[in-house]
């Protein structure tokens, strides 16, 4: 397990993050999301070492090997795939005779065994992030970093990324440290995400229940897309907002109700299916009837 103590970064006068108090847990894929400037990055530096806090502590499991995946890639132009993956076994120490099997095992790995004498400006940017990965990977690390890894990407080869990703945390049981400002990446993969603004940790959920039921208000905007159907008019009249599984979603509309569904929106987290919707009724029954079977069930103001 990650601990962060009290932890605190100071540029001259600013203070990037205050007074951190966070627990990752071993072996699972923890998000860390929040907008640009909110401190995140500077947080995983931490984690790494490549920056010291002003205050506080970072505590690791002893003898823990770490590596970082980074959103520009940071490959050296002048040397092919095999030659970039080659430098992490140098910096680890590794005998020479083992890099050619471990180069190759982990190319075949991450589905790139035919770029080997590629450089990397013979390559997209999904399979540079790839090796990237394979990079990282090579030394066998406990703790996984990746600092926006995914932003520059485009869909598929971000989708292909992701599950690359899940497939490390799966067979390897390594514990990795996503950053993000893509909440839909969190959705896709993370167990557990916490949410930082303007230096703070201000929610620290798991990932199903921070999309269910968000509390701070940045994290209710960040989700605004993806969980909220289209809001109604503030000239209408007793709205609910109301977050509803499959089973009772199914179960209002045939509940014979007064009132009517405004709009909704279908999500899905781990396979199940939700709908969030808002609902116009000024109806005591069937306002007591959303209250006792919905998740969420919230007046609008």
């Known amino acids: ?3 962060l103590e009290q932890l605190t970064k100071k540029f001259e006068q600013e203070t990037v993050l205050d007074q951190i108090d ?11 999301i929040g907008t640009s400037g909110a401190g995140k990055s500077t ?16 505590i690791l499991p002893p003898e823990v090997k770490i590596s970082m995946i980074f ?3 940071a490959l050296l132009r002048s040397k092919t795939v095999y030659e970039n993956i080659e430098l992490a076994l140098r910096f680890d120490a590794t005998p020479k005779q083992d890099y050619p099997q471990k180069i190759t095992a982990i190319l075949a790995y991450v589905g790139l065994e035919n770029k080997a004498a590629a450089y990397p400006a013979e390559l997209s940017g999904g399979q540079k992030q790839r090796v990237g990965i394979a990079r990282a990977l090579v030394t066998n690390p ?17 989708k292909m990324i992701l599950r690359l990703l899940q497939k490390i945390n799966r067979e390897f049981q390594t514990t990795i440290v996503l950053v993000t ?9 993370c167990d557990e995400v916490a949410v930082i603004h303007q230096g703070k940790i201000v929610e620290r959920q798991t990932t199903t229940q921070l999309f269910l039921t ?4 940045i ?5 605004a897309d993806i969980i909220y159907p289209t809001k109604p008019p503030h000239s209408l009249q007793s709205v609910y907002y109301v977050l509803l599984d499959f089973a009772h979603y199914r179960a209002l509309q045939t509940a014979n109700l007064n009132g009517y569904i405004y709009d909704s929106q279908t999500l899905t987290l781990n396979g199940q299916r939700y709908f969030s919707l808002y609902y116009v009724t000024s109806d005591a029954a069937a306002i007591a009837y959303l209250q006792q079977n919905a998740l969420r069930c919230e007046v609008q103001p």
């Open 214 to 217: 968000p509390q701070s208000p």
């Open 43 to 58: 947080l995983i530096r931490l984690i790494n070492g490549l920056e010291q806090p002003t205050s506080g502590r970072v």
């Open 71 to 73: 959103q520009s890639y």
């Open 22 to 32: 966070l627990e990752i847990p071993d072996q699972k894929i923890f998000g860390i």
């Open 181 to 189: 400002h893509e909440m839909d990446v969190i959705k896709e993969i």
């Open 142 to 158: 406990a703790l996984l970093l990746c600092d926006e890894i995914t932003s520059a990407l485009d869909p598929q080869a971000k």
């Open 219 to 223: 994290t209710q905007t960040f989700l």
């Open 1 to 3: 397990m990650i601990k």
